[in-house]
């Protein structure tokens, strides 16, 4: 069985409620079985259980948490037992990193311990995030909170809070922005093609950027509120020809997941078909027995940023014992999408189609090329 667990999350009066009925009724429609994880939040509150009413706040954002994660549990242990079904879809509305938005990092950090989490086993709960731009922000006319008596916000407030609840989600290796362009119906279609791309209907294509650009200043990156610091280590191992197949782990603070992923190259240098999984440490272990003995591993550290004004998600990598240039990737929904440089970064030349700066071809110098003097 193939089993994805994706968040659908955003601003109030972002639509969600439509969204979450377009996605079940769409990839109902295309042979999977969809699952909605309803919102633990309003359901607590519409039954009476207020954070208000609580004398110590972490009380309620324990409640609200482990709510969460029973109810995703509770699919863990109902979907293995679906008949004629190999495709299921659990749809999230909402994850456990939404309640970030709402808290300290030391606060948010101490509700995670007391189930067990870190951050990173927290977003690495979700194979994809979809955030919903709420309408407070570019659709203004639309604003409403009369189909959630659990919202009270103004616009000021929905569009910080926004803010806040993508912050909460930079990081996750799949996180996508769904802003208010065109109709309601254009915000709609334009997150069951992002939500179609994940899956992989009919193929998994990642469209992406790539961009040589002075060594950024990490010390500004680290003072912004959406941005994250992420370590990876990337090793090859041997495969066929125009084929890429790697391991990674990807963390921080000594708590690290671990993905296999398996590239295969298009006629287009910036689009290709990817297929990525999510292995168990042992399995991480075994299969850097077949790592490619003529490719060094890559260490770097990514500077995951999401960029307010665009929606555009940003991943800058400085590589270790590199002090001069660094690597900034850009995903897309299409190869025409327009790129967004802001300007604390400095574009030596866009390398996309150049060769020399595929992650491999650094594997195989050991270090960041220069560009020819």
């Known amino acids: 069985m193939e089993m994805k667990r994706i ?28 699952i909605v994880v309803n919102e633990a939040a309003t359901e607590l509150i519409t039954s009476g259980m207020s954070p ?8 309620f954002q324990k409640l609200l948490m482990g709510t969460q994660l029973d109810k995703e549990d509770a699919v863990e242990v109902y979907a293995p037992g679906l008949k004629d079904k190999d495709k299921v879809l659990v749809v999230c509305d909402r994850g456990i990193c939404d309640n970030r938005a709402y808290l300290s990092k030391k606060e948010f950090e101490a509700v995670l311990k007391y189930f067990g989490y870190d951050v990173t086993r927290a977003l690495d709960r979700y194979d994809a995030v979809f955030h919903l731009v709420t309408a407070a922000d570019g659709a203004e006319e639309f604003y409403t909170l009369e189909n959630n008596k659990a919202r009270s916000e103004g616009i000021r407030e929905a569009v910080e809070l926004d803010r806040k609840t993508q912050n909460a989600w ?25 939500v179609s791309s994940f899956l992989g209907e009919p193929e998994p ?11 950024p200043d990490t010390e500004l990156l680290l003072t912004m509120p959406n941005c994250e610091e992420v370590e990876i280590l990337q090793t090859y191992l041997v495969s066929e020809p125009n084929v890429e197949v790697r391991v990674r782990q990807r963390g921080s603070n000594g708590s690290y997941s671990f993905t296999k992923t398996e590239k295969r190259y298009t006629d287009e240098p910036s689009k290709r078909v990817e297929i990525e999984r999510r292995i168990s440490k042992d399995e991480y272990l075994k299969l850097l027995m077949h790592a490619d003995p003529d490719l060094h591993p890559i260490r770097k ?32 929904p299409t190869a025409e999408s327009q790129v967004y440089i802001p300007g604390y ?6 390398v996309t189609e150049n ?17 020819e003097k």
Request: charged share 25%.
């Open 7 to 34: 968040v659908l999350t955003g601003g109030p009066c972002a639509g969600k409620t439509t969204a979450l009925s377009w996605i079940s009724n769409y990839f109902s429609k295309n042979g999977w079985k969809v």
């Open 52 to 59: 208000v009413d609580f004398t110590n706040p972490l009380a």
């Open 170 to 194: 930079v990081g996750h290796p799949h996180l996508r922005i769904i802003r208010n362009r065109g109709s309601f119906e254009d915000k709609l279609r334009n997150l069951i093609s992002e």
């Open 205 to 215: 294509y990642e469209v992406e950027r790539k961009y040589l650009i002075k060594y």
């Open 301 to 332: 550290t990514r500077y995951c940023v999401m960029q307010r004004d665009t929606g555009q998600y940003l991943e800058i990598d400085v590589y270790a014992n590199e002090k001069e240039y660094a690597i900034l990737e850009v995903e897309l």
């Open 345 to 350: 970064l400095t574009v030596v030349k866009e």
């Open 355 to 371: 060769p020399v700066y595929r992650n491999v071809n650094i594997a195989s110098v050991g270090h960041l090329p220069h560009p």
